[in-house]
């Protein structure tokens, strides 16, 4: 768990628990043991500490938390002491990552060399607790006040030059590290060590430190939407600079990560984290085919059909990984148009020191516009990203299967059609699947990836392994109308028209929503993504518009409830943030702050009046319940039907593509581990008998057989 030999008279400790030697209790142990074994060979004038397979250390075993395992000594907080109490100099040597309680230790050594590629960082915010092995304390003790809110507070990666003009590392090498440390170490060994101690340095910074403080308690309380764990961060490092002395910060420390330690969030967040991973282990119903048995092809070149917002976003997040892209449309202005857009997207990561203006022009040159489907008969794979139309959609890949080489890949950005008809205008369904991005698709992490019933292994393996390649995280899942994430997200905006209609108002749903840790509430959402593309799609589809038949009741469609309030707004051309008018209105079309608008207060309450609805004050509690366990259920059904394989699926969807808030794990870790399933069949059952004529109240059955399974073993 940690190597001992000796280069020397300089003992090299090196970690190794793959693949990112995380501090597991092994490893914990095995360093204490090391140590010890260095501090009593009288040949050892240093030490080095190091990680094998060209990784420091990502860090605690996030896998011991939900056994305790992390409490078990030597702890992380032991390990750092007594590598700071050595009297021998101790030299990290960082390749690859120093994350979390990784850099903790590294803070313990008395010196620090890193790798020019190195990256390090305290991501603990991000999982829901804080550096609890002194990180809060060491850490502004070498890097100041700014620079530990700032780490600390966004969990980011800093580069090994960030972390060496911050005073984290000593030195930084271009080759290989451990060679360094062992030189650096030969150089130190017979220094004092007590001026290399952290415990022993004052913090940096401190002039300025209240100032920072109250900014970063400002902008945390903003971001934060409910989690606690970035305001428990900041607190411990307000304890490193009024604190008496180190012991006392560290005492303020564990009183803060306990807290956080103890309660509910952060099982959540490490359960996020490993879903993440789980998600990208895909497998076909019944183990069929699975991520290992599956190699993917390459690709090399790829081309995107549609210049509109999804295409060009779409195309950016391809060339950003160096994958050439040839982009084709029907019209030369709209071409021209997304050209420019993707330039600007380019031009403002530059102005914003994102990155170098030549490194920009040549991502930028990976781009080959074009009009002629001839441009694209080589390329990989093909993305097609045109607006949603079936008949348009189905010509488009009929054409691709006739241009593209036979064994191009095609995919579909749709957000809700059947993968499969489109399969069925080509020659090749085995190569047909969906790859649904989110907007802005340049910048939103999720790829949800659908496959037909004839999309094969390969091609799914292809898709899945492109999403990490351009750094998206790809989920699989069946096909149905809305796939996972829109199929939920349709019961969730659609109970949100109900609430209005029966007495809210739509700032008083986004409200509750956004209390519960959305930054914006269902209808916020809808006025973003354009309330006009709801419209046309239910228009075509014959639910609202001229092709619903005469007599139709306005308030009943396709055999179940219906709130006509959107297309209402829809009418009176109310298309959301475009059109600067929406459920809330707009400083002026495009603008993103929402106002509350005293007109569209008195059109739905001219609206309810008209039929006879009365109005009522609803509870913040059924707010909250009916939006998110209607949503659920429908998660339950989505598992049942196979459309996900695994709850993990469905939450990562969740987290990555709708931003639902991540200290509460995802919908259906939240039905499961922090509601509990007993009372959302309950709530789900109550609200099926208040509302018979809403069919996504209907409960699903697995929801039901697992509730009932969880009761009864909780009654054991
Ligand atoms: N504890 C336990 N397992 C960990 C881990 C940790 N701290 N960090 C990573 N892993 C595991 C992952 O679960 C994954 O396991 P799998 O292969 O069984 O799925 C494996 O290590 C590789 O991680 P992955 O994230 O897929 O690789 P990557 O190269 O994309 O990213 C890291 C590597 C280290 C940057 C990333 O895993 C990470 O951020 N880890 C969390 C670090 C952290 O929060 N540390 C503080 C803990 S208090």
Redesign the pocket.
């Known amino acids: 768990m940690a190597n001992y030999r000796k280069e020397g008279d300089i003992a090299v400790i090196t970690l190794k628990n793959p ?2 030697n ?3 209790h092994a490893v914990r142990s095995s360093i204490d043991h090391c140590l010890t074994r260095a501090q009593n060979d009288n040949d050892v004038s240093a030490v080095v500490l190091c990680g094998d397979g060209g ?1 420091f250390c ?8 939900s056994k305790n395992q992390h409490r078990l000594v030597p702890t992380i907080r032991d390990n750092v002491r007594q590598l700071e109490a050595s009297d021998k100099p101790v030299v990290a040597a960082i390749a690859g ?1 120093a ?4 850099l903790e230790i590294a803070l313990g050594c008395h010196y620090r060399i890193g790798n020019v590629n190195a ?1 390090i960082g ?3 915010v ?2 829901g ?1 804080l ?1 609890a092995a002194a990180g809060t304390q060491r850490l502004p003790r070498v890097a100041g006040v700014a620079n530990s809110l700032d780490l600390i507070l966004s ?1 980011r ?1 800093a580069s090994a030059r960030q972390a060496l003009k911050m005073g984290i590392l000593d030195k930084v090498v271009p080759g290989d590290v451990v060679e360094a440390a062992i030189d650096y170490a030969k150089s130190v060994a017979y220094k004092p060590v007590s001026l290399r101690r952290v415990s022993e340095m004052p913090v940096k910074g401190v002039e300025k430190a209240d100032i920072l403080f109250q900014e970063a308690r400002k902008n945390t309380m903003k971001k934060s939407r409910g989690a606690i764990a970035p305001m428990n961060c900041l607190r411990a490092i307000e304890a490193a600079v009024n604190s008496p002395n180190y012991e006392e910060g560290l005492k303020k420390e564990s009183e803060l990560g306990n807290l956080l330690g103890t309660g509910n969030q952060a099982p959540a967040m490490s359960y996020a ?2 879903a ?3 998600a ?2 895909w497998e076909l119903p019944g183990g069929k085919a699975t991520y290992k048995s599956t190699k993917p092809l390459p690709v090399k070149t790829a081309a995107v059909i549609g210049c509109g917002t999804m295409g060009t976003g779409i195309t950016i997040s391809l060339i950003t990984s160096n994958i050439p892209v040839v982009l084709l449309e029907a019209d030369k202005k709209l071409l021209e148009r997304g050209l420019k857009f993707i330039q600007q997207v380019f031009a403002r990561n530059v102005k914003q020191r994102r990155m170098k203006a030549d490194a920009a022009k040549k991502l930028i040159s990976l781009v080959t516009p074009t009009l002629d489907y001839q441009q694209i008969k080589d390329v990989d794979l093909v993305i097609e990203a045109v607006f949603e139309n079936m008949k348009l959609k189905k010509e488009i890949f009929a054409k691709l299967d006739a241009v593209c080489k036979p064994s191009a890949i095609l995919c579909s950005n749709t957000s809700s059609l059947n993968i499969d008809e489109m399969a069925s205008a080509t020659k090749r369904p085995d190569k047909v699947v969906g790859t649904h991005f989110f907007a802005p698709a340049h910048l939103m992490k999720l790829l949800e990836n659908i496959r037909g019933k004839d999309t094969s292994p390969e091609t799914i393996a292809t898709v899945m392994t492109l999403g990490k390649t351009i750094k998206k995280v790809p989920v699989l899942v069946g096909n149905c109308h809305g796939f996972v994430g829109n199929r939920m997200m349709f019961q969730y905006t659609s109970e949100a028209s109900f609430l209005i209609e029966e007495g809210c108002l739509p700032e008083e749903v986004d409200r509750v929503l956004e209390d519960f840790g959305f930054p914006l509430g269902p209808l916020k959402v809808s006025d973003l993504s354009g309330l006009d593309v709801g419209w046309r799609i239910r228009q075509s589809q014959g639910i609202t518009g001229e092709k619903v038949p005469a007599g139709t009741p306005l308030r009943y469609r396709q055999g179940q409830r219906y709130c006509p309030i959107p297309d209402m707004l829809c009418e009176q051309g109310h298309f959301g943030q475009k059109t600067g008018k929406g459920y809330y209105k707009y400083e002026r079309p495009g603008a993103f702050q929402a106002m509350n608008d005293p007109d569209i207060k008195d059109m739905i309450v001219a609206y309810c009046r008209d039929h006879n609805i009365e109005r009522r004050k609803i509870p913040y509690q059924e707010i909250l319940e009916r939006s998110l366990y209607c949503m659920i259920n429908e998660g339950f059904k989505i598992l049942e039907d196979g459309i996900a394989t695994r709850m993990e699926d469905i939450d990562t969807i969740w987290l990555y593509g709708y931003a639902w808030p991540r200290h509460t794990g995802g919908p259906m870790y939240y039905a499961t581990k922090m509601v509990g399933l007993p009372k959302v069949y309950e709530r789900v059952c109550h609200y099926a008998s208040a509302h018979p004529d809403i069919m996504h109240w209907q409960p699903s059955d697995l929801l039901k057989k697992m509730a009932l399974q969880e009761a009864a073993t909780s009654h054991l």
Do not use: N
């Open positions: 693949p990112v995380a501090l597991s990784v990502a860090g605690a075993d996030i896998k011991e938390f990552i994350l979390g309680g990784g990256r305290f991501p603990e991000l999982i607790i550096p969990g990666h984290f490993f993440e991973r789980t990208q282990k």
